[in-house]
């Protein structure tokens, strides 16, 4: 058996490796977000009611584990590029699963805060972004983008199943058997997969060059006027998708929509997402991902800027939130493809940690910080604003593409 023979084994291997990874976090993600994530909306009722607190003080605990997940980002990535995510996203998971479980005995809201600062613990080590970060370590570069794309295409699955699947829970056995059920489901599926899929993978030939050429350095990272463009971009949409998230079912009421049917029209842009990624995907075989997902940011804000003047009508609420909801997701897949093409693959975890926490953090103060503009001003300004915000953020994608990182120059 020549050399040849075995060197072509060998990358077979690796692309299995890779392909069951990819399947194991695709699996993960979903049953993470769905637990950690969405269940809680489907829960919030039934136990504020049962706890005897204020809605407002049950969502500072969800805010809260968003916050504390955003700060946790960087010490998140910086573990991942130095000791891999093994041992990270298993410890996660039992995190997760004791959390949840302690979530279904809390009987006040110092215990619901102390449990929710847990679950943003855990989900900062469990979610998108260090699953991206494991697979861009793993996969060769010409792979790394459909992986994402696959994991993310999965993950969106992941209201679509758990909140029927909490709300039957809920009606069948009450909030906190089914809290001890979901924790069930999240230490089943997630520990074994994190412990057998994830393993330590040794750097790439075109990772450790573009160490050598100082492309991933974090620190110059942070030197680059083009980094602060991103993160300006991604902070300032991903608190208007915020926004709209919490909002638009009462901005589509006040239209003179009935509840029922606001709450369909927005259900639009979740199922909407997919399609956006895919289109996403697709059109980086031809243009720049900074390109595609400026044109889709300023798409989004033409969309959501014409919903007070045509949502009135069911057509034209439809057309807008189509509109829209195809960037809804688009963030998930564009950040670390933008990431990647600008700084390589060489400390990927703690650049993405740079930019996750600032958009974290939007994404959890967004909603705060929406409420207030529409209290004082009512809803149009806030959706105007929105639609602002979508343009500004295309506009700073679309400028870094003329800015250029510089490569360290070694002596």
Not at 10 to 31: I, Y
Request: charge should be positive; include cysteine.
């Amino acid at each position: 058996m020549d050399s040849t023979t075995v060197g072509a084994r060998v990358a077979g291997g690796d692309r299995v490796r890779v392909r069951r990874l990819v399947a194991a976090l695709a699996v993960t993600t979903t049953v993470g977000y769905g637990v950690l994530t969405y269940a809680f909306s489907v829960l919030l009722g039934p136990m504020s009611h049962e706890l005897g607190i204020s809605t407002t003080t049950a969502v500072g605990a969800s805010t809260t584990a968003v916050l504390v997940s955003g700060l946790m980002s960087i010490p998140v990535g910086r573990w991942l590029d130095v000791r891999g995510g093994r041992g990270l996203m298993t410890s996660g998971s039992v995190l997760g699963s004791v959390a949840v479980l302690g979530w279904s005995q809390v009987q006040n809201s110092v215990q619901l805060y102390g449990v929710f600062v847990a679950i943003g613990i855990a989900s900062a080590m469990v979610l998108y972004p260090p699953a991206f970060a494991v697979v861009v370590a793993a996969a060769a570069p010409v792979s790394r983008t459909n992986a994402i794309l696959s994991i993310t295409l999965v993950g969106g699955l992941a209201s679509s199943i758990f909140l029927p699947l909490t709300g039957r829970l809920v009606h069948g056995y009450g909030w906190r058997t089914t809290l001890v059920v979901l924790a069930g489901v999240l230490a089943v599926t997630t520990i074994p997969l994190h412990v057998v899929a994830v393993r330590r993978i040794k750097l790439r030939a075109t990772v450790r060059t573009e160490s050598a050429e100082g492309r991933g350095s974090p620190a110059r990272v942070l030197r680059d006027p083009g980094f602060w463009l991103l993160a300006g971009a991604f902070v300032v949409h991903s608190a208007a998708l915020a926004v709209i998230s919490v909002h638009l079912v009462l901005y589509l009421v006040s239209l003179g929509h009935p509840p029922a049917r606001a709450a369909a029209l927005a259900g639009l842009l979740g199922l909407l997402s997919v399609t956006g990624r895919l289109v996403t995907s697709l059109s980086a075989r031809w243009l720049p991902m900074a390109t595609i997902t400026a044109g889709i940011l300023f798409v989004q804000g033409v969309a959501i800027s014409l919903l007070p003047v045509v949502g009135r009508q069911v057509a034209g609420a439809v057309g807008c939130l189509v509109l829209f909801g195809l960037g809804f997701g688009v963030s998930s897949i564009a950040t670390p493809a933008i990431l990647l093409d600008r700084y390589g693959a060489t400390g990927f975890g703690t650049i993405s940690g740079l930019l996750t926490t600032p958009t974290t953090i939007a994404k959890a103060l967004g909603p705060l910080g929406g409420a207030g503009l529409a209290n004082v001003f009512g809803y149009r300004p806030l959706i105007l604003t929105v639609a602002g915000g979508c343009a500004v953020a295309a506009v700073a994608l679309a400028l870094t593409r003329r800015l250029t990182p510089q490569r360290e120059t070694r002596l």
